[in-house]
């Protein structure tokens, strides 16, 4: 039999926008996804990084989408499951 404390039964169902860190992190997976498909989009036509002038092929483009989707579904779980600390 698993026992629930009454730390786990009392936590408060925060929504996705209700904290100034799940704003944050919301903010940056939707900057990270838009990043990421750039990357792609770019890799996939061989074009070159604005302001930088790398020339991307297929592979590091296709390797900028995943890490970008990496860092945005990290920073999505992060908003959404992480308790407030400090600012709470």
């Known amino acids: 039999m698993v026992r629930m404390t009454s730390s786990t039964t009392s936590t408060s169902d925060r929504g996705l926008l209700e904290t100034r860190f799940s704003m944050g992190a919301a903010a940056l997976a939707a900057v990270a996804t838009l990043l990421a498909l750039a990357f792609g989009y770019l890799g996939f036509i061989d074009g070159v990084l604005p302001g930088i002038g790398y020339q991307l092929s297929i ?8 890490f ?13 499951y992480m308790e407030p600390g400090l600012d709470d």
């Open 59 to 66: 592979l590091t483009g296709a390797v900028g989408l995943l």
């Open 68 to 80: 970008g989707l990496g860092v945005a579904l990290l920073a999505l779980v992060a908003a959404v």
